[in-house]
């Protein structure tokens, strides 16, 4: 089964070169329903594989990125289509919300 990517503030750029949809989870080791949403970002990146590029980036590790999209509350999920952010998730939601998102972008 595809894993979700690891995005860094380096490879970010990379990552968002596809023409691909891109669901980027920010997140943190520390943070309770970060934890909860995890294993259903894994389950996206199985389910999208061939179809869409699903990453997670530590929020700690990569001030950066967090920074430059504004992120300030965690888990926030964005996804990018040409490299531009065209919708936002804030906090933890059903995998149903996130799939919508992501087919929204496919069709």
């Known amino acids: 089964m595809n894993k979700a990517v690891e995005i860094t503030d380096s490879n970010f750029s990379d990552v968002l070169a596809t023409d691909q949809p891109v669901l ?47 992120v300030r509350s965690i888990p926030t999920l964005l996804v990018f289509k040409n490299g531009e952010v065209v919708d936002k998730q804030v906090g933890a939601v059903p995998k149903n919300v996130l799939a919508g998102k992501l087919d929204a972008q496919l069709a």
């Open 24 to 70: 980027v989870d920010f997140w943190a080791e520390w943070c309770g329903p970060c934890k909860m949403i995890g294993p259903v970002v894994e389950e996206l990146a199985g389910d999208y594989e061939g179809k869409a590029v699903v990453g997670k980036v530590d929020v700690d590790s990569n001030p950066e990125m967090s920074a430059k999209y504004g």
